[in-house]
């Protein structure tokens, strides 16, 4: 019931702004746009799905005038839907080479490219130390890695007091993992893309 | 922006990026180790014991089955092994000897099971090693059943039982033994077959428990043979040399299976059948 709902209000969260009211512009000229100091981040995100949470949350810092996201989230995901409860640290890297406009304040970056590598914590049974003679199982259980298609949808939030120009943004993205990656080019016939697939809906707000 | 960006956002983006409710929420997986299933890939042991149920094997009669293990990661070979099993005549049911997945994970086990449903006949399953990794236990409960269990079909009862001791890091537990002596003490059934995934004499059992176990085979008049999967090759051998067969099955990726046909106490045929 909480995923549907998750999932429900994370679909709708992109037409969302769109109903709201059209605020005027307040773009004020003089003031210079102070910069961030490079450790604070850029803008903070939550997800679901993409094999990393149910709900993941993070911080995230954007290069190359905001066409390169560098984000790191954890993730939970309960005891009921995995057998134990799991803790998921990812990094995702993703890369947007265009920023489309679509309106006064709506604009889309309609690709995105992207990894990222997880970490995950709290499995029943991940191997401990001496349990296998060396190379038994060949793949981690823990370190999982894969790539990211996507796109995001922005809404231009009113300017900070300090001028800075602020979005809030609904993304989804596609992605897989190494080890179902793998299974599929290894089995073309019996699988196909869709057997492998897993998608992401976050929010991300630009601080 | 040209109109060719704005035909491509709404009918392309926008569609994707809304999707439809359902496909788009089982595509929201939570982990790798997610074990959620869409009902129909729930349960699969009893919904498939019921099956067998339905269609009753009378007392007396020839019993035959198909013997298979370790699916694991050779979801091409499954095909061509539905279609083969398929044109068996008389089969009456088939068992896969545990390492349906390779790492563990659900959806892998119903990769396998997207495939094998297509089987004319019910199929039953035990866990394997490679099921136990990570969270796979869990996720073998939820989508198959339970590690140890029992059914009869006619004069047999066939007893599953988990034997991958070395995933529990051999905590002496595994496999069961005062479950399976329980089992192998009920009268009821003329015949028993002992069905697990690792051997008994393979480095991967509790070698605590391995006596205990052929012990438990040994003294039990009603066994028939114990069967394995595991070495994903095919072998029939007495190794404790105490008149108890052992019977190991192909993997899925050798494109061979038996057909075991049991008649009389304890009279059997092998047959290999290749696909």
């Known amino acids: 019931m909480?995923?549907?709902?998750?999932?429900?209000?994370l679909l709708a969260a992109p037409l969302a702004p769109q109903a709201g009211p059209i605020l005027p512009d307040s773009v004020q000229a003089a003031a210079p746009v102070p910069r961030a100091r490079w450790y604070q981040p850029r803008h903070v995100l939550v997800q679901t799905g993409g094999g990393v949470g149910m709900v993941a949350a993070g911080v995230g810092y954007a290069f190359l005038r905001d066409r390169l996201d560098a984000d790191v989230l954890v993730g939970y995901v309960p005891r009921k839907h995995a057998g134990t409860t799991l803790t998921i640290a990812t990094l995702k890297l993703l890369y947007s080479p265009w920023t489309l406009p679509l309106t006064s304040r709506l604009t889309v970056k309609p690709?995105?490219?992207g990894v990222y590598g997880s970490y995950t914590h709290g499995l029943r049974n991940p191997g401990k130390p001496g349990q296998y003679p060396d190379d038994y199982y060949w793949f981690s259980n823990i370190m999982r890695v894969g790539p990211?298609?996507?796109?995001?949808?922005?809404?231009?939030?009113?300017?900070?007091?300090t001028g800075r120009r602020r979005n809030l943004s609904g993304y989804y993205e596609l992605g897989t993992n190494d080890l179902y990656l793998l299974s599929y080019v290894q089995n073309r016939q019996a699988l196909g893309p869709h057997d492998i697939l897993t998608l992401t809906l976050g929010l991300k707000l630009d601080l | 922006m040209s109109p060719f960006l704005r035909n491509l956002f709404t009918r392309a983006v926008l569609p994707l990026a809304a999707g439809s409710w359902?496909?788009?929420?089982?595509?929201?997986?939570?982990?790798?180790?997610?074990?959620?299933?869409?009902?129909?890939?729930?349960?699969?042991?009893?919904?498939n014991l019921a099956r067998l149920a339905a269609s009753p094997l009378p007392a007396q009669d020839t019993l035959r089955f198909v013997f298979t293990g370790d699916s694991q990661r050779f979801y091409d070979d499954?095909?061509?092994?539905?279609?083969?099993?398929?044109?068996?005549?008389?089969v009456q049911f088939m068992v896969v000897a545990g390492d349906i997945s390779d790492f563990g994970l659900g959806r892998e086990m119903r990769w396998v099971d997207d495939q094998l449903r297509h089987l004319?006949?019910?199929?039953?399953t035990v866990i394997g090693n490679h099921d136990l990794v990570a969270n796979g236990g869990e996720a073998y409960e939820r989508i198959f059943g339970p590690r140890n269990y029992s059914f009869t079909y006619g004069d047999?009862?066939?007893?599953?039982?988990?034997t991958n001791g070395r995933e529990y890091n051999f905590n002496g537990r595994i496999p069961d033994m005062d479950w399976v002596s329980a089992q192998l003490r009920?009268?009821?059934a003329r015949r028993h077959v002992v069905l697990s995934h690792v051997p008994p004499l393979d480095g991967d059992f509790d070698p605590t428990l391995r006596e205990a176990y052929a012990q438990a085979l040994r003294e039990d008049p009603r066994l028939v043979f114990e069967m394995n999967g595991h070495r994903h090759s095919h072998s029939v051998s007495q190794p404790f040399n105490d008149g108890v067969t052992y019977i190991n099955s192909y993997a899925f990726e050798r494109r061979r299976y038996l057909v075991v046909t049991v008649w009389g106490d304890k009279e059997f045929r092998l047959k290999h059948v290749d696909f």
């Open chain 1, 111 to 113: 690709l995105s490219v």
């Open chain 2, 120 to 124: 004319r006949i019910p199929y039953l």
């Open chain 2, 22 to 47: 359902l496909s788009a929420c089982e595509m929201i997986e939570f982990s790798p180790n997610d074990h959620r299933a869409p009902s129909h890939q729930r349960d699969l042991t009893a919904k």
């Open chain 1, 148 to 161: 990211l298609l996507g796109s995001r949808l922005s809404y231009a939030l009113p300017a900070t007091a």
């Open chain 1, 2 to 9: 909480l995923q549907s709902l998750l999932c429900a209000a």
């Open chain 2, 78 to 90: 499954v095909e061509d092994l539905v279609k083969s099993v398929n044109q068996q005549p008389d």
């Open chain 2, 186 to 188: 009920d009268p009821a």
């Open chain 2, 156 to 162: 047999t009862k066939f007893i599953m039982t988990d």
